[in-house]
């Protein structure tokens, strides 16, 4: 079992900045591709970003490209995303996931508030 805690969430205005952090329990942490996903209000969940366990490549959703970033501290169990350049329909609670499977994700953690206002 993986326990997933975010934290950086947050009130920012428009191109402003946020760092979220999520931290991970497991010691096999370095084998998970890890990830996050977001929901804005009455919207359905959209994939954001995510980073493979050994070799580290990345995959980002198109709206958030050249914005946000996704990095991992394996020596931490700690995983980061850096949000650049934010806009209001960035606003959305984000989860950080883990272990992709056919249904979605294995693990989700219980999700950080971000606010992005105009």
């Known amino acids: 079992q993986v326990q997933l805690v975010e934290s950086g969430g947050g009130l920012v205005q428009a191109g402003g900045s946020l760092r979220l952090s999520c931290a991970a329990s497991?010691?096999?942490?370095?084998?998970?591709?890890m990830g996050w996903v977001r929901q804005a209000p009455g919207k359905e969940r959209e994939f954001v970003a995510r980073?493979?366990?050994?070799?580290?490549?990345?995959d980002y959703a198109d709206s958030v490209k050249g914005r946000f970033a996704i990095s991992r501290d394996n020596a931490k169990n700690t995983m980061y995303l850096q949000m650049n350049s934010l806009t209001p329909e960035d606003t959305a609670v984000y989860f950080c996931?883990?272990?992709?499977?056919?249904?979605?994700?294995?693990?989700w953690g219980q999700g950080t508030q971000v606010t992005v206002s105009s």
């Open positions: 980073m493979s366990g050994i070799h580290g490549s990345t």
């Open positions: 497991a010691s096999t942490f370095r084998r998970y591709t």
């Open positions: 996931v883990a272990n992709p499977n056919s249904s979605g994700w294995s693990y």
